[in-house]
């Protein structure tokens, strides 16, 4: 059976017979599928409902879920089939991105010597950002953003906050960082990412980014900046804040700054 738990729409249930191929219609731009007891394989079309078939430079994240297994996924382009994710791998949950062309995924089950249970599943996104808009997409990732950069990012991101680091914990399996921030202006937020501290006064909450980028607990405000991408926060722009308010300040003399923000 799949379903798909985008939260835009009502669950997809449907019976995948022993060797055929199935096509999956998914209507959201976000959500997840998951296929139990994988045989024969699947077509995935995300074909969403609130995004115009007219709309150009969209950008499709898959992510697969833990402990998926039972098939791989390939994405299909121009009759060929691009490997993404195969059974079995038990590395780091990498996300992978693509340019978004009316294009499918291709999940096709592979040969089982038992009848256990198992599932192959994966997250998706489509989103108006191109890929290169990701931190970790970007070919110089670690590298301090321009003042142009720091001001666009502002106007663009799903978070923007002011606060401080209160903690850096390293995920080397992950390739990752998770700096814990202690948030005392909360600027805009796409999502319940950061929650009222439990004795008060501010927000708290994480942010994650590579693990080459080497970061540390430092004293001092930030102005963070990022993406919510499947539910987690990563890192954008992240200047000191009297950096931020001397930049803001610089633009909005010339009358250059892209949105307007409080600096205080």
Known sequence: ALTDACPL????TREAHRKEVEQVYLRCSAGSVEWMYPTGALIVNVRPNTFPSSQQHLTLCIKPLRDSSGANIYLEKTGELQLLVRDGDRGPRQVHCFDFTQRGLFVEATPQQDISRRNTGFQYELTSRCVGSD????SAPCRPCSDTEVLLAVCTSDFVVRGSIQNVTHQPEQQESA????VSRLYRQKSRVFRPAPAGGGWRGHVTTLLECGVKPGRGDFL???HIHFGEAHLGCAPRFKDFQ?????????????CEMGTE
């Open 9 to 12: 729409c009502s669950g997809l």
């Open 246 to 258: 001397r930049m803001y300040k610089d633009a909005e003399e010339r009358g250059l700054n892209p």
């Open 224 to 226: 963070f900046t990022g």
């Open 135 to 138: 931190l970790h997409a970007q």
């Open 179 to 182: 700096i814990h921030l202690h």
